[in-house]
């Protein structure tokens, strides 16, 4: 079965401009979890979303948001683009808490 | 305040020999958790989990061990491979709250 989709893989943006990242979970995979991942800092929850409503959310500024759609894919925005959001973005699906998330291959973000 | 550490960022065996990676976390009230191994470009992936109910769980060469009143959970991976380096992240959770992670440890095996 198809995994985790994310796109698009890389992405380069300016400061000051916002973004758009897409993550297609595993089909039946009804929660979908958002993570940063930069070095030295391991990965960073941003948000979690389950049947289209956020259930937990990071400690990240209003800049990041995210939202799900009625079936499952979801989308995060991050506005306002800071040098500092360079970062691999992860995202991962999970049909229940104890089997584990699949990961997708993240989104490359370099601002500029 | 880091909820899962892993203290070590790196670590070298042998191929053939064992890999002990280890995961400290400061949250009694995790109640499962799990190891990742990330390649460069790739997500993380699922390895191996351990629920808070048990103290080791095994799954071929991967073995979690789970010590409640140290706070501690350790990785085996015996023997050793090549293909096994990668980084590896430790995560905790409780029920219905994301995954906490450590900020992985680097294992290099040699050939």
């Known amino acids: 079965k198809a995994g985790v989709t994310q796109t698009p893989r890389y992405l380069i943006k300016t400061r000051g401009q916002q973004v758009t990242l897409s993550c297609s979970p595993i089909?039946?995979?009804?929660?979908v979890s958002w993570y940063q991942q930069t070095p030295g800092q391991g990965l960073q929850f941003l948000f979690e979303?389950?049947?289209?409503?956020?259930?937990n959310k990071g400690n990240f500024p209003g800049r990041f948001s995210g939202r799900q759609f009625s079936n499952s894919r979801s989308e995060m925005n991050v506005s306002t683009l800071e040098l500092g959001d360079s970062a691999l973005y992860l995202c991962?699906?999970?049909?229940?808490?104890?089997?584990?998330?699949?990961f997708g291959s993240g989104t490359r973000l370099t601002v500029v | 305040d880091q909820q899962v550490k892993q203290n070590s960022p790196s670590l070298s065996v042998q191929e053939g020999r064992i890999s002990i990676l280890n995961c400290d976390y400061t949250?009694?009230?995790?109640?499962?958790f799990l190891w990742y191994k990330k390649y460069p470009a790739e997500g993380p992936t699922f390895l191996i989990s351990?629920?808070?109910?048990?103290d080791k769980n095994e799954d071929g060469r991967f073995t979690v061990f789970l010590n409640k009143s140290a706070k501690h959970l350790s990785l085996h991976i015996v023997p050793s491979q090549p293909g096994d380096s990668a980084v590896y992240f430790c995560?905790?959770?409780?029920?219905?709250?994301?995954?906490?992670f450590g900020k992985g440890t680097r294992l290099s095996v040699i050939a």
């Open positions: 995560a905790a959770s409780e029920f219905n709250t994301p995954l906490v």
């Open positions: 979303y389950f049947s289209e409503t956020q259930r």
């Open positions: 351990i629920s808070s109910i048990k």
């Open positions: 991962a699906s999970s049909l229940a808490e104890d089997l584990g998330y699949t």
């Open positions: 089909s039946g995979h009804r929660s």
């Open positions: 949250n009694s009230m995790f109640d499962y």
